[in-house]
T-cell receptor, first 111, second 113 residues
Framework: DARVTQTPRHKVTEMGQEVTMRCQPILGHNTVFWYRQTMMQGLELLAYFRNRAPLDDSGMPKDRFSAEMPDATLATLKIQPSEPRDSAVYFC?????????FGPGTRLTVL | AQSVAQPEDQVNVAEGNPLTVKCTYSVSGNPYLFWYVQYPNRGLQFLLKYITGDNLVKGSYGFEAEFNKSQTSFHLKKPSALVSDSALYFCAVAGSNDYKLSFGAGTTVTVRA
C-alpha cells in the first residue's frame, strides 16, 4: 500500500531555529505539493512541484521559507529562522494527474 | 482566481439519517472538484472527484456528490450516515491545467448514535 511519508511527525523548536521537514512522495508520482493547516487560515498551498521543478511557490513567505526536491524520492520544506506564527501542521501531497494523496503531516510548534 | 465555500461549519445528524455537506465553487473554465475527509491527527483522505461526465459521482465509503453547473455546487451526500463518518470534510477546486487545490474552510460532521 503506497503512501506519502513525512518526517518528523512532530517538531517543537524555539524561535529563530532552523526547521527542515521531509516528504517522500509515492513512487511514480510526478507532482508534489506542500500545504499548511492552521485553525485561522485553514489549508493553504505553499509550494508545488512537477517533475521536481518548482512551478508555484507564491503561497510561501519567501524570506524564511524554501522548498526543494533534490531527487524524485525526497521533497523538503525549510524554515529559517522559524517564528511562533509558523506553528501549524504541514502536509505534503503527491499525485499523478488530478488526484492528490496526502501524507500524515508534520505538527510544528515554535516557542 | 478559484475559491470554494462551505457554508456550514458543523453538520449534526443521527446515525441512519441522510447526510449532506454543502459546497459551492468559483473557478474560471471547467472545474475539477474534490471532496476529502480528515480524521483527528491524520492527513486528508480522498473521497471522490468530478472532472467530467456524469453529474453524480460515487466515491469511497458510500459517499456521493452531485455536480450542478447552474448552481455552481458540489454537495456531498450519504444516504445513511454512520457514527464512524464523524470527521472534518473539505471541498476543493482545481483549475484544469495545474491541479492546484483551493480548499474550503471545512465542515465538521458529527453523527450521533
Amino acid at each position: 500500500d503506497a503512501r506519502v511519508t513525512q518526517t518528523p511527525r512532530h517538531k517543537v523548536t524555539e524561535m529563530g531555529q532552523e526547521v527542515t521537514m521531509r516528504c517522500q512522495p509515492i513512487l511514480g508520482h510526478n507532482t508534489v505539493f506542500w500545504y499548511r493547516q492552521t485553525m485561522m487560515q485553514g489549508l493553504e498551498l505553499l509550494a508545488y512541484f512537477r517533475n521536481r521543478a518548482p512551478l508555484d511557490d507564491s503561497g510561501m513567505p519567501k524570506d524564511r521559507f524554501s522548498a526543494e526536491m533534490p531527487d524524485a524520492t525526497l521533497a523538503t520544506l525549510k524554515i529559517q529562522p522559524s517564528e511562533p506564527r509558523d506553528s501549524a501542521v504541514y502536509f505534503c501531497a503527491s499525485g499523478l494527474g488530478s488526484e492528490q494523496f496526502f501524507g500524515p503531516g508534520t505538527r510544528l510548534t515554535v516557542l | 482566481a478559484q475559491s470554494v465555500a462551505q457554508p456550514e461549519d458543523q453538520v449534526n445528524v443521527a446515525e441512519g439519517n441522510p447526510l449532506t455537506v454543502k459546497c459551492t465553487y468559483s473557478v474560471s473554465g471547467n472545474p475539477y472538484l474534490f471532496w476529502y475527509v480528515q480524521y483527528p491527527n491524520r492527513g486528508l483522505q480522498f473521497l471522490l472527484k468530478y472532472i467530467t461526465g456524469d453529474n453524480l459521482v460515487k466515491g469511497s465509503y458510500g459517499f456521493e456528490a452531485e455536480f450542478n453547473k447552474s448552481q455552481t455546487s458540489f454537495h456531498l451526500k450519504k444516504p445513511s450516515a454512520l457514527v464512524s463518518d464523524s470527521a472534518l470534510y473539505f471541498c476543493a477546486v482545481a483549475g484544469s491545467n495545474d491541479y492546484k487545490l483551493s480548499f474550503g474552510a471545512g465542515t465538521t460532521v458529527t453523527v450521533r448514535a
